[in-house]
């Protein structure tokens, strides 16, 4: 008891030290003693789901996959949480840059006693790299028709406020044009598999045996002709290399 006591008594002023310490460093730190940067950074961290998929080459990658998956008629495998997770480390070897990019402009535009609208500022800044990814992999074509439609909903009087640099012209362009690719690349990744096909399917109807179903009997030799040609390899350097 009498040790307990001791202890007590030591541990008493540290205690009080550590409490006198704490509203301080708390007052040092970067977002605690800030309310605005808090409430931003809050906003921010509730927007990364939405913007790693619709604002990065996500979509993209992922519907080019599961195409993929379809076309070997493999049915589910590789399993969807495989293919996604191939989508989100694909994804995240393109966006490195853009990423890098974007937090050097943040850290070299911040300011420790920023306003708010000074965030809004350095906010502006650092965004300006990823608007202009989605610039250069977004078509013209959807951004002019996007930046028509955008006109159009503000009316004549507000029509000169949007201009074809604007996130709420750029974003579904960029949006529209992945998908639009993605299909295509679907649609070319199809025709090989779709040619076997059609050969299996001849070759058994040559040979009498209706009652083989041709796509269980092309499926192993689908599987050979993708791994023949190293297909997983092959479609990843196209997907990245397609956003040089």
Known sequence: MRRLLFAGALLAPCAALA??????????????????????????????????????????????????RSAMGTQQSPPTIVLTGLAVVLSAHIMAPVLEAMFETGRATWDESASGAELLTTAGKVVQPLRDFLTKHGGAEERAQFLD????????????????????????????????????????????????DMVIANVLLALGMQTLSPSQVSLPFKLLLFVAVDGWALLARGLVLGYR
Do not use: Y
């Open 149 to 196: 439609l955008s006109r159009e909903l503000r009316g004549p009087d507000r029509a000169d406020e949007v201009s074809e640099d604007d996130l709420a012209v750029v974003v579904p362009a960029f949006v529209i044009t992945e998908l639009k690719e993605a299909f295509q690349i679907g649609f070319l990744i199809f025709l090989p598999f779709l040619v076997l």
């Open 19 to 68: 409490g006198e310490r704490i509203p301080d460093l708390v007052n040092q730190s970067t977002f605690a003693g800030r309310p605005v940067g808090m409430m931003v950074l809050l906003v921010v961290m509730s927007l990364v789901p939405f913007a790693a998929v619709m604002l990065t080459s996500f979509s993209k990658i992922a519907v080019v996959l599961s195409i993929a």
